[in-house]
Nanobody
């Protein structure tokens, strides 16, 4: 079955960096678009970044453009989110997501806290 497992979250000071990883299994990773979402307390889950399957083209929400980079390693079945210049407003649980056969699959999430 489809499994997505995030890692790499933690506590970081403003201006710092983190790299999140999402290890995928149970489907043909190289043919799947992958996305990162985040959800802050009391807020709706929002799309942060997406990377296409074949072209590898990327797209970002405006608030993270120039600071975050999504990438993928098809040999490792892993998608990454490099987060630089982190701000307190980036604090959230970050989720990995893919859609296969009309069904959305989510990981369990990893907490990112940006605070001094």
């Amino acid at each position: 079955q489809v499994q997505l497992v995030e890692s790499g979250g933690g506590l970081v000071q403003p201006g710092g960096s983190l790299r999140l990883s999402c290890a995928a299994s149970g489907f043909t990773f190289r043919s799947a678009a992958m996305s990162w979402y985040r959800q802050a307390p009391g807020q709706e889950r929002e799309l942060v970044a997406t990377i296409a399957s074949v072209s590898g083209s990327t797209d970002y929400t405006d608030s993270v453009k120039g600071r975050f980079t999504i990438s993928r390693d098809n040999g490792k079945n892993t998608v990454y989110l490099q987060m630089n210049s982190l701000k307190p407003e980036d604090t959230a649980v970050y989720f990995c997501r893919t859609r296969r056969g009309g069904t959305d699959y989510w990981g369990q999430g990893t907490q990112v806290t940006v605070s001094s």
